[in-house]
T-cell receptor, first 114, second 115 residues
Framework: DVKVTQSSRYLVKRTGEKVFLECVQDMDHENMFWYRQDPGLGLRLIYFSYDVKMKEKGDIPEGYSVSREKKERFSLILESASTNQTSMYLC?????????????FGQGTRLTVV | AQTVTQSQPEMSVQEAETVTLSCTYDTSENNYYLFWYKQPPSRQMILVMRQEAYKQQNATENRFSVNFQKAAKSFSLKISDSQLGDTAMYFCAFMANNQGGKLIFGQGTELSVKP
């Protein structure tokens, strides 16, 4: 069974803290993605990665960075958390392209920054 | 740039009835995929339907079917015989074939199925 696992379902952090959101997939997928979900806005792409040590900015990368040291793991980093980063964060993985490029999602991390 | 629009933030349907969720998109690409994802209260995103743009035939999967109108850039989802378990947020998403799997999502439609 396909599996994308996010390390936390709920997280509460203080303003200014450095926050790490971890995502692991067991499908040997090349692509991994971090999305942010907000009511009325749908999901928006923060960063994505096509390969180990490779990263590209998505539509809303400001205030975030990522790390991909191993193929199966993709981390989202909030360098200095702010209250406007309170949101749901979803990790996804997929094969590179073509009909099998269906994305598989983790269960999301609901982050609250106080 | 591609955009996806879901103009119905909330919808409600009686159990066993049929409901249609709307989605329009804008793109200059010729090769792309369209998806409907379901996100129940558990938050686990589940793929419901997929349509490849070069296929004329509308996809169908059990009680779910899509109406893909390429010229109108419309991709609606019809749920027949609605069940309580269909209650969820539904997202329409677009993926260009040359974009490495990046999805562009609509705003979502929250569907409530009432007994």
């Amino acid at each position: 069974d396909v599996k994308v696992t996010q390390s936390s379902r709920y997280l509460v952090k203080r303003t200014g803290e450095k926050v790490f959101l971890e995502c692991v997939q067991d499908m040997d997928h090349e692509n991994m993605f971090w999305y942010r979900q907000d009511p009325g806005l749908g999901l928006r792409l923060i960063y994505f990665s096509y390969d180990v040590k490779m990263k590209e900015k998505g539509d809303i990368p400001e205030g975030y960075s990522v790390s991909r040291e191993k193929k199966e793991r993709f981390s989202l980093i909030l360098e200095s958390a702010s209250t406007n980063q309170t949101s749901m964060y979803l990790c996804a993985s997929s094969l590179l392209t073509g009909p099998e490029a269906e994305a598989f999602f983790g269960q999301g991390t609901r982050l609250t920054v106080v | 740039a591609q955009t996806v629009t879901q103009s119905q933030p909330e919808m409600s349907v009686q159990e066993a009835e049929t409901v249609t969720l709307s989605c329009t998109y804008d793109t200059s690409e010729n090769n792309y995929y369209l998806f409907w994802y379901k996100q129940p209260p558990s938050r686990q995103m589940i793929l419901v339907m997929r349509q490849e743009a070069y296929k004329q035939q509308n996809a169908t999967e059990n009680r779910f079917s899509v109406n893909f109108q390429k010229a109108a850039k419309s991709f609606s989802l019809k749920i027949s015989d609605s069940q309580l378990g269909d209650t969820a947020m539904y997202f329409c998403a677009f993926m260009a074939n040359n974009q490495g799997g990046k999805l562009i999502f609509g705003q979502g439609t929250e569907l409530s199925v009432k007994p």
